[in-house]
């Protein structure tokens, strides 16, 4: 008993934490943990005598238990988002504590992510950079970065080199990315673009579901559009639009209105990531007289630029014109194009594009979400 108190008083603390240490070294850290939360322990971290209460708890864990305990702890913290932030983001810290002690830098960085919280997250990452010398290490922190899509910009505090902070800058940029993916893929040997056909494994279905499939043309050719599309994803090559956009496009404008924006858009996904190549496809489709060809263009040149920063901007550049465009297909296009390319980024230049959002009819929204749910 704490005197009625969810939070115990200051005798009982030495208490509570040999309790709390027999616990972590029988392998019992969920039963410790839990009596630390159950006694108020995390939340007599906020007030004047923080670091001590900090580290007495540090002193509780040791390399054999330690990832146990964080584990649990960022578990366990998922419990406490909604009643009360504070409570949340104080037990990941503890955990990023504990994964720092014990100088586990990317667990560190992985937590530091899930809070994100605004204030300190620029600060907390450039804590972990400034732990490490290793300059590979320093790179896997910023694939992790990469891949979260976080925007920021590397300091020297992170990195004193002037080399490795620009081969760091273009890592957390993804300037690369396209041309790291195609090495992997090279690498194990899938860089053979692959056809729907190769995917949907036709000779398995008996003669009737074959028939059947062939009586709306249509809906197969777009079904057909989206595989492609997904399979060869980033390898900017494959069996059926790249040929489309080489040399005939009958089988583009034999397409429905929507099947076309697809069509074009798909292009955007196999060359997700390489502007150069991606861009250069797309911008012909931009100089169409077809509202929906021009729509998929520019959902294409947003797809194009999903996770990838460039100071020069070039989808802002070649989408913004678009966004108040007189057809409303085409604004739809460009909205979701920008939202697509500039996704996490909070960058202010978007954003002022759009304020206020300009008018899009709700009926052509409904219409495009129930003609590709059907």
């Known amino acids: ?21 027999f616990h972590m070294k029988h392998n019992a850290e969920t039963e410790a943990l839990d009596l630390l939360m159950e006694v108020g322990y ?10 001590e209460y900090l580290a007495r708890l540090f002193c509780l864990v040791d390399s054999t238990n330690y990832k146990r305990a964080c584990l649990y702890l960022t578990t366990s913290s998922k419990y406490l988002l909604t009643p009360d932030r504070e409570a949340y983001e104080a037990t990941l810290y503890i955990a990023f504590g504990m994964y720092g002690k014990f100088r586990d830098l990317a667990s560190a960085l992985r937590i530091v992510l899930l809070v ?24 896997q922190l910023a694939f992790m970065i990469a891949r979260y899509g976080l925007s920021m910009e590397v300091d020297d505090e992170m990195v004193a080199d002037e080399n490795e902070k620009n081969a760091l800058q273009e890592i ?4 690369k990315l396209s041309e790291q993916y195609h090495m992997v893929a090279w690498d194990i040997g899938v860089m053979e673009p692959k056809s729907p056909e190769d995917i949907y494994k036709v000779h398995l279905i008996g003669s009737q579901g074959a028939k059947s499939s062939s009586l709306d043309s249509a809906r197969q050719n777009l079904a057909a559009t989206f595989v492609n599309a997904f399979v060869n994803a980033g390898y900017c090559q494959d069996k059926l639009m790249t040929a489309i956009s080489d040399s005939s496009e009958n089988l583009l404008f034999e397409k429905n209105e929507l099947g076309k924006a697809s069509a ?11 502007h150069d190549s991606g861009f250069a496809i797309l911008d012909k489709y ?25 100071d020069y901007d070039p989808a802002l550049a070649l989408i913004s014109g678009y966004s108040t465009s007189a057809a409303s297909i085409t604004r739809i296009g460009a909205i979701l194009g920008l939202g697509i390319a500039y996704a996490g980024s909070r960058k202010d230049k978007v954003k002022s594009i759009h304020s206020p959002i300009p008018e899009i009819p709700l009926l052509s929204c409904i219409d495009i979400v129930s003609e590709f749910s059907a």
């Open 172 to 175: 957390v940029n993804n300037t």
């Open 1 to 21: 008993q704490f005197n009625g108190s969810s939070t115990p008083i200051e005798s009982e603390i030495n208490l509570v934490l040999e309790i709390v240490k």
């Open 286 to 310: 931009l100089q169409s007289d077809d509202t929906h060809v021009v729509a998929g263009a520019l959902l294409g040149i947003g797809i194009v630029s999903c996770g990838v920063k460039n």
């Open 264 to 274: 074009v858009a798909s292009l955007g996904m196999i060359h997700l990531w390489d």
């Open 116 to 139: 994100n919280d605004d204030k300190c997250c620029d600060q907390s990452v450039k804590i972990v950079f400034a732990e490490t010398e290793d300059f590979s290490l320093k790179q």
């Open 42 to 51: 995390l939340e007599m971290l906020f007030d004047e005598k923080y670091e």
